[in-house]
């Protein structure tokens, strides 16, 4: 078996892509969570300036509608980069069990143990 042919090191850098990969989800899952939450705050504030409840400055309003769109556009950015995200793990995933089937592994039978 030449390196070539030594899948071993293409397994190990497609481990190391996965677990960068899978940080890269989790970074995505965390933000769409925080646009949730201030797309959800926005429009409890914009209930609460609409019924007089934060006074009538209207800079609350804007505000509020200011974080609404900032948490929508945040959301659909990370879901959109979160579903590329775990399509390349998936991709990554396939390629490593594909390089492992591939491996001729050898069964040692009654091989002596080595007592430390």
């Not at 397994?11 to 989790?26: F, G, Q």
């Not at 925080?34 to 019924?51: D, E, N, Q, R, Y």
């Not at 879901?79 to 590329?84: F, Y």
Request: aromatic share 0%; net charge negative; glycine share 8%.
């Amino acid at each position: 078996m030449t390196a070539e042919d030594d899948p071993t090191d293409e397994i190990s850098e497609l481990e190391e892509r996965i677990e960068d990969l899978a940080e890269i989800a989790e970074r995505c899952r965390r933000i769409i969570l925080g646009s949730k939450v201030a797309i959800a705050g926005g429009f409890v504030l914009l209930v609460a300036a609409l019924l007089g409840l934060l006074g009538d400055s209207p800079a609350v309003a804007l505000g509020s509608i200011a974080l609404i769109l900032i948490g929508i556009v945040s959301l659909g950015s990370n879901v959109s980069t979160l579903r590329q995200t775990e399509g390349a793990i998936s991709s990554a995933e396939a390629r490593r069990a594909r390089l492992i089937g591939n491996i001729d592994l050898r069964v040692v039978h009654d091989a002596p143990l080595k007592l430390m």
